[in-house]
């Protein structure tokens, strides 16, 4: 990857052009991320697209955002926490941080799952391991439903307090996260963003 041509300090708004060098995201791309409504642009005289110059960091935080999976509706419901109408400041972002960090657990914490529990049976109904026929005889898991059920929610594992505590008759969202007794099937938790997204 060669360098890129260096921005002036003073230099406020980007061309579209700019924007795709500087921030290493195809122009494309760029048009196709303000027609979601994650970034905007004013028009010239003459038409073109102009870009303040925070929009590169912007688009950063999207990019890697779903290098690691995140859908674009998240994202583009953490960056409404931004103001549009001037520079983001440290605390603004750090406000979006704040919000942001429990999706970034629970997504850390699903990944670890998958990690360390592949090798084992996960309860998808192939009973093709050894494992499967101790852990998920006749596939009984499949009564609770479609898909991996040991990696989608993880009822063997005792419910997790704030403190890392145990909690006594809680049972386990998708996150590993506690909640109360009656609370829905994880899939249906606040934390998990497929849900929230409508996606599945």
């Known amino acids: 990857m060669g360098s890129v041509t260096q ?3 003073d230099l406020r708004e980007l ?3 700019q924007l795709a060098e500087r921030s290493g995201v195809a122009v494309s791309a760029l048009h196709f ?8 642009s004013r028009r010239t005289t003459g ?7 925070d929009t590169l960091r912007r688009v950063a935080f999207i990019r890697v955002s779903q290098r690691v999976g995140i859908p674009l509706n998240t994202i ?18 750090a406000r979006l941080s704040a919000s942001w960090r429990a999706e970034l657990d629970a997504r850390i914490e699903r990944l670890q799952q998958l990690r360390d529990d592949l090798t084992d049976c996960i309860g998808c109904g192939c009973l093709s391991l050894g494992s499967c026929k101790l852990s998920n005889p006749f596939d009984v898991l499949g009564e609770k439903g479609p898909g991996p059920r040991r990696l989608l929610t993880d009822a063997a594992r005792p419910a997790r307090s704030a403190s890392g505590g145990p ?10 996260t506690a909640c109360a007794p009656r609370c829905e099937d994880a899939d249906d938790q606040v934390s998990s963003p497929e849900r929230r997204t409508g996606r599945r």
Do not use: C, H, M
Not at 33 to 40: H, S
Not at 47 to 53: A, E, G, I, L
């Open 7 to 9: 921005l002036a300090a």
């Open 15 to 17: 061309s579209v052009g």
């Open 33 to 40: 991320y303000e027609a979601k409504g994650l970034i905007r």
């Open 47 to 53: 038409n073109q697209r102009r870009y303040q110059r």
């Open 76 to 93: 583009r419901a953490a960056l409404s926490e931004l103001p549009e109408e001037r520079t983001p400041t440290r605390g603004d972002w």
């Open 167 to 176: 909690v006594s008759g809680a049972i386990v969202d998708d996150a590993g």
